[in-house]
């Protein structure tokens, strides 16, 4: 779990990159989400610092864009289905490709995909 001071030591080091309302059905399953995600991106971040909340996240990995797109390929990799949006719409290499020239996003826009 992330203390108050780590929390707005990562929010100075942020970048707000907007409001996602998204919707998605699972697979073979009554169920879905609905629900509003933020996008913060961290640079030179210190991953040491991360205390990860079991409840909330299975796995996670420091990868290349290129590991990424390999395990994305990958039937067997499972990630979310906001993720693989956010992937099959050009964001993350976009985002990547651009890391040391982003700014922030309008923090009143939502955008609904």
Do not use: Q
Not at 33 to 54: G, P
Not at 85 to 101: C, D, S, T, V
């Amino acid at each position: 779990m992330m203390t108050p001071m780590m929390t707005s030591i990562m929010a100075a080091m942020s970048l707000f990159k907007g409001k996602y309302l998204y919707k998605a059905m699972m697979p073979n399953s009554p169920w879905g989400e609905h629900e509003m995600d933020y996008v913060l991106i961290l640079r030179n971040f210190d991953l040491s610092r991360i205390e990860v909340n079991a409840e909330e996240v299975e796995n996670y990995a420091v990868v290349s864009l290129e590991e990424l797109k390999k395990r994305l390929a990958n039937p067997n990799c499972n990630f979310t289905p906001w993720f693989r949006l956010f992937e099959n719409l050009g964001h993350l290499e976009k985002w990547w490709r651009n890391i040391e020239k982003l700014e922030e996003d309008n923090e009143e826009l939502i955008i609904r995909m």
